[in-house]
């Protein structure tokens, strides 16, 4: 439920906080969203209950909208030289997020450092919350002192405002600036959006709704029993799992796509992923039979774990090699397939 009622309201605030930032600039949305999701981590990192829970995630998915925001502002300082590793950055920080879920139940985890504070006995899912917020803020202190304004449309319209002439000129430029304001304020309407980018837009959408699928079940098939299918592993093998593939994900966003983006397209990476993830979610759910196999016919029982972790770290290395390729593809073409005047409103 935290993770649907994140992603509802998300659905709901995207499109319009990339109206807003057509039309307003991109900086404050950034700013906005990125304080708006310190609070609200924290928050959650508070949660004694679920409508506690339910409430802070919801308000982390209304600032969460800005994320196309992101984008824009990714696309509008880059180029096609440089476009693929800026994106990769996006893949590199949810890498990072999944390493951070280790440091859930610290006192248990880490008993050394954490076990006399009650505090994180009371909430065990604060600190990995926390470590998130930093992030958020260090983002927003960041942005607030040195982020600049990439809306092309706005930057245009400030040049214009800040021009020191005569009388006579500055009632030119003023009619001059209405003028060229017309398109901004009507820029962001959903009818201009091209075929090509609703063909992306739709293609995106499918793909983010089956990795996000995956995403949830996959802790829920790690913790079943293996009697009714599941994996039978517990919390801290399920962190441990996240971290390793974590560890992948940073390293295949960051060294390994940047490379492999020179030599063929967006769509073709794309349609790679695709086959990738037709022979893991084939097999995925096949490990519950090949770790009761390993019980019977594998002798050592020292060699049984490592059997069975090498194999679900293979299928996850390449179900998150396929979601690196994919997410950051989508995002690139997503990007290219929009007209300036409505970047914000098609990456929402």
């Known amino acids: ?15 319009p906080w990339g109206r807003f930032s057509d039309r307003r600039g991109r900086r404050p949305v950034m700013l906005t969203g990125l304080i708006g999701n310190t609070v609200s981590t924290c928050c959650f990192g508070l949660s004694k209950n679920l409508w506690w829970a339910l409430g802070s995630r919801a308000i982390c998915g209304i600032v969460n909208g800005n994320s196309g925001v992101a ?5 509008e300082i880059t180029d096609e030289t440089n476009r693929a590793a800026a994106f990769s950055v996006f893949g590199f920080c949810w890498g990072i997020g999944l390493i951070g879920g280790y440091l859930c139940k610290p006192a248990e985890h880490f008993p050394n450092l954490f076990g006399n504070v009650q ?6 899912y604060f600190l990995p919350c926390f470590v998130s917020a930093i992030g958020s803020f260090c ?56 075929r090509a980018s609703y063909a992306v837009i739709i293609g995106y959408a499918m793909f983010a709704f089956q990795s996000l699928v995956f995403d949830e079940i996959l802790p829920l098939f790690f913790s ?59 097999l995925f759910p096949e490990l519950s039979t090949w770790k009761h196999w390993i019980s019977i016919h ?9 059997l069975f972790k090498g194999a679900y770290f293979i299928l996850l290395f390449l179900r998150y090699c396929g979601n690196c390729f ?13 007209a300036p005047e409505i970047l914000g409103t098609v990456n929402g």
């Open 1 to 15: 439920m935290s993770s649907s009622i994140f992603f509802i309201c998300q659905f709901f605030t995207a499109i």
């Open 71 to 75: 984008r824009s502002m990714v696309t």
């Open 119 to 124: 505090f994180l006995k009371d909430y065990p």
């Open 139 to 194: 983002g927003f202190l960041l942005g607030y002192f040195y982020l600049k304004e990439t809306n092309p449309a706005i930057l245009r319209r400030n040049a214009k405002k800040n021009r020191h002439n005569e009388r006579t000129a500055l009632l030119s430029s003023m009619e001059e600036e209405e003028a060229e304001d017309a398109p901004v304020k009507n820029s962001s309407k959903l009818k201009q959006i091209t």
């Open 224 to 282: 079943a029993p293996i009697a009714v299918g599941g994996l039978g592993q517990d919390t801290t093998q399920v962190a441990e799992a996240y971290t390793l593939t974590g560890i992948q994900q940073i390293f295949l966003q960051f060294v390994v796509f940047p490379k492999v983006s020179r030599y063929f397209s967006t769509l073709t990476l794309t349609r790679f992923s695709m086959i990738l993830f037709i022979f893991v979610y084939v």
């Open 298 to 306: 594998i002798v050592d029982p020292a060699s049984h774990p490592w």
């Open 326 to 338: 994919s997410f950051t593809s989508y995002m690139i073409m997503t990007s290219n397939s929009a």
